[in-house]
């Protein structure tokens, strides 16, 4: 549906970038080249302080991993096997040090809200993400990109400032993204009811985990421009 709907929408390609996995690569592909769609493959890292530190439950931050040719596939695929064998603790992880071991051919992206340097940015520990921003700068050069999204929550606006602060500071370029977990935006309201069952909750329970708005889908071209300051 995912591949049906780049077509209607005059997409030459599409992205994969499933939580700390790569399961559904090969079905990805395979509906990409039937539909005449490039397919590009990447992986939304859990990224923690140290993957080999087992004790207590680190905090953990999303990183988005694309592969930009051959050599970036197979490190992509390096560093899932590695967050498995190596640092699964609740969930799949890796490290920056064993990002900074594996980096070539992938192309990097700041990630959502749950990304480290929007959470410094949010936690105004400017100094450190004007660090780390620079960290990824040195490490992936002009495949690094910040990534700024448009989804109605007010804590993204701010990070979304920052990050145009940033990259002309620092002369990064910026990539517009939306967080895709379901095709139409009135599939929302499933969406959530999906996320009750997958972790045993009701949907009228609160303080659990919930999307606060339903911008959460697969926008068009002109939806995504339309985001945008």
């Known amino acids: 549906k995912l591949v049906k709907m780049c077509k209607e929408y005059n997409m030459p390609a599409v992205a994969i970038t499933d939580h700390g996995n790569m399961f559904g690569a090969t079905r990805f592909f395979d509906a990409c080249k039937e539909a005449g769609i490039k397919p590009i493959f990447g992986t939304e890292f859990y990224v923690a ?3 080999y530190e087992k004790t ?3 905090k953990l931050a999303h990183l988005v991993i694309l592969a930009k040719n051959e050599q970036g596939y197979k490190n992509l695929s390096m560093l899932n096997t590695i967050a498995f064998r190596d640092g699964f603790y609740y969930k799949p992880r890796i490290d920056l040090k064993t990002l900074e071991q594996y980096h070539e051919g992938l192309v990097c992206l700041s990630a959502c809200l ?4 929007p959470k410094l940015i949010l936690e ?10 620079l960290w990824f700068k040195n490490l992936f050069g002009e495949d690094f990109y910040l990534e700024i999204q448009h ?3 007010a804590d993204q606006e701010i990070v979304n400032a920052k990050l145009r602060e940033y990259s002309k500071k620092f002369n990064i370029k910026t ?3 939306n967080d895709v977990h379901y095709l139409m935006q009135e599939d929302a309201e499933m969406q959530d009811v999906l996320m009750c069952v997958s972790m045993q909750k009701f949907v009228d329970e609160p303080n659990r985990m919930k999307f606060p708005t339903d911008e ?4 068009t071209y002109e939806q995504m421009l339309a985001g945008l300051p």
């Open 175 to 177: 990539v517009a993204t």
């Open 49 to 51: 302080d140290d993957l």
């Open 114 to 117: 749950a990304g480290d340097i």
């Open 56 to 58: 207590g439950k680190q």
């Open 124 to 133: 105004e520990q400017f100094e450190k993400a004007e660090e780390l921003t």
């Open 151 to 153: 989804n109605g929550i």
């Open 216 to 219: 959460f889908y697969f926008k």
